[in-house]
């Protein structure tokens, strides 16, 4: 696809995953790290906005002088914004003066694109369109953690659903030696990849499978969130201050655990993939199984020998720069640089994931404690 093709299909996706929602679900936030729907759509258009059509377009009028405080995320070089928890205060601008805001700028956009603009101006487009598909999968957990808490547990049109493991896990032998780590600039890529190196690895087995339902119901069984001997001690204290038994969206009910997601609340099906759990559990599971999690090299090594996509993997790899990192002048700068800390990077995708969005080198990261995303276990010995 031309990169016209790619902005026009991204756009409309967007557009066509919100179908299923009531107007009434575009504006809540349950919690601090959700954002409402209506929230997504406007920040990833207001992106588009401010960093291509204010920057490239001679004269350009912006749709609304008050969006680009309402809509900033965290791009401090970008102005002042309404603080992340706020998000779900905002009742105006309506649904569908979002919508209006969207169509505007895909006008302009679109124009902008047919007048043969820069290279410069062309990779800033699209970043922003792979900007764009990353809202569109936090669009998915913050609709399930939307619906997922509230009393009826309501279903929608589910096309993130995730598939049954089938078979037997097989533990892959790597060998060690040193492997080159990192993208080579061919195609697109987050500036968090670049910094093409070689690591050293020694010899690890890495398993071919993700970890079940059913073998995550034989932890809880077992107490492991009782033993406190598995875990970090933060990881520990979480759990402990935060209640928390079961990954998130579990409930026992008359002794039969069920769990939401967006096809509705149902018994846990112990061949798929545990899901929305948190480094800290994954952490403990595994030293459970007396066991490990990858760092982030041996998944990127191995990952070409297993299949991957059903969840993002949490690696026992902090996030921090490669060799030569180096961050973009200005707000763009701000992308990834300034959250290495207190991060543990996962690897692969969910079924969230816009296809092709994903890579071997593709670095995702969150908090230890984040759990509402859908990430899963993989395991080392």
Not at 33 to 55: D, M
Not at 146 to 161: D, H, R, S, Y
Not at 218 to 232: M, P, R, S, V
Request: proline fraction near 5%; charge should be negative; glycine fraction near 6%.
């Amino acid at each position: 696809m031309t990169i016209k093709e790619q902005y026009q299909y991204t756009r409309n996706r967007f557009l066509e995953i919100c179908k299923p929602l009531k107007t009434e679900d575009y504006s809540v936030q349950p919690a601090v790290f959700v954002s409402p729907p209506k929230w997504h759509l406007a920040h990833s258009t207001w992106f588009f906005e401010q960093f291509v059509l204010c920057k490239f377009v001679k004269d350009y009028q912006v749709f609304d002088a008050d969006f680009a405080y309402l809509f900033n995320s965290y791009y401090n070089n970008a102005g002042k914004r309404v603080l992340r928890p706020n998000r779900g205060l905002m009742t105006r601008p309506s649904v569908d003066e979002v919508y209006e805001y969207r169509a505007f700028i895909d006008e302009k956009m679109t124009a902008f694109l047919n007048n043969n603009p820069s290279e410069d101006a062309l990779s800033i487009v699209e970043l922003g369109i792979n900007h764009e598909q990353q809202h569109q999968e936090l669009f998915y957990y913050d609709i399930t953690y939307i619906l997922g808490n509230q009393p009826t547990f309501p279903a929608i049109e589910n096309k993130v659903e995730l598939q049954p493991v089938l078979n037997t896990a097989e533990f892959m032998k790597i060998s060690k030696g040193l492997y080159e780590i990192g993208h080579k600039r061919n195609g697109f890529s987050y500036d968090n990849e670049l910094g093409n190196h070689q690591v050293y690895l020694q010899d690890f087995e890495i398993s071919d499978q993700l970890v079940t339902n059913g073998e995550y119901l034989e932890f809880i069984k077992a107490g492991g969130y009782q033993n406190f001997n598995l875990w970090h001690a933060e990881g520990w204290d979480f759990i402990r201050q935060n209640a928390i038994s079961a990954p998130l969206y579990w409930h026992e009910v008359e002794g039969v655990w069920h769990h939401y997601t967006l096809n509705g609340f149902m018994p846990v099906e112990k061949m798929k993939p545990v899901t929305h759990i948190s480094f800290y559990e994954a952490f403990a599971f595994a030293e459970w199984k007396q066991m490990r999690l990858p760092t982030e090299f041996e998944w990127e090594v191995a990952s070409k020998n297993f299949n991957y996509g059903q969840l993002w993997e949490w690696t026992n790899s902090a996030y921090l720069p490669y060799p030569n990192f180096s961050k973009a002048p200005g707000a763009l700068g701000e992308y990834n640089g300034k959250f290495m800390i207190n991060q543990m990077v996962l690897r692969g995708a969910s079924v969230a994931t816009v296809k092709n969005h994903s890579r071997h080198t593709y670095r995702n990261f969150f908090h230890p404690d984040m759990r509402w995303q859908f990430s899963g276990i993989r395991l080392v010995k």
